[in-house]
């Protein structure tokens, strides 16, 4: 008995980590997501939704200001869409201390750019940058896995303790 419960136990922790790199022929790829701010609004939430605006379970939560280094946690993994296909971006912006009901509500549907893979020793991010004026872009980047795995160039230099702006589009 619990031997069963081990292995029930390893396949509720591998199995999802697994499926990071796994791409769906519906024209999603399961991916990670992270929040990446070069603005000086706080986002306390944002979630990723489908091109019918459905919730897609994903998104992140207390993405600092890029003053403060710009970043979110990770969360892994569901369903995004595909690059060159259209996703919507909801999130809030406000103060830590402002009350919630103070905080303003924005949505927008970009085109995800990138690149994706279905090679079990890759891993698919989706890279959601908040930029000043309420402007949003969605990127997913996909990177090796193995022992000589280099980060990918498209990767944002935040992720690495250095606080160099970007642009929309860059």
């Known amino acids: 008995m619990r031997r069963i419960a081990f292995l029930l136990l390893c396949m509720g922790i591998v199995g999802p980590l697994c499926g990071c790199a796994s791409t769906k022929s519906n024209g999603y790829v399961t991916a990670s997501v992270y929040g990446v701010n070069y603005s000086e609004d706080y986002v306390p939430d944002f979630s990723i939704l489908t091109e019918s605006g459905e919730q897609t379970g994903m998104g992140g939560s207390r993405v600092q200001e890029f003053s403060e280094g710009g970043l ?29 009901a103070n905080w303003k509500h924005f949505r927008k549907t970009v085109v995800v750019r990138g690149e994706a893979s279905n090679d079990p020793d890759k891993v698919n991010s989706l890279v959601v940058r908040f930029f000043p004026g309420h402007e949003v872009e969605a990127e997913l980047i996909c990177e090796s896995t193995g022992p000589d795995a280099r980060p990918s160039p498209r990767r944002d230099q935040l992720f690495y303790g250095r606080l160099v702006m970007r642009q929309m589009g860059d």
């Open 72 to 100: 979110s946690g990770e969360v892994c993994c569901a369903p995004i869409p595909k690059p060159g296909r259209t996703t919507t971006v909801s999130w809030r912006v406000g103060g830590h201390k402002e009350p919630e």
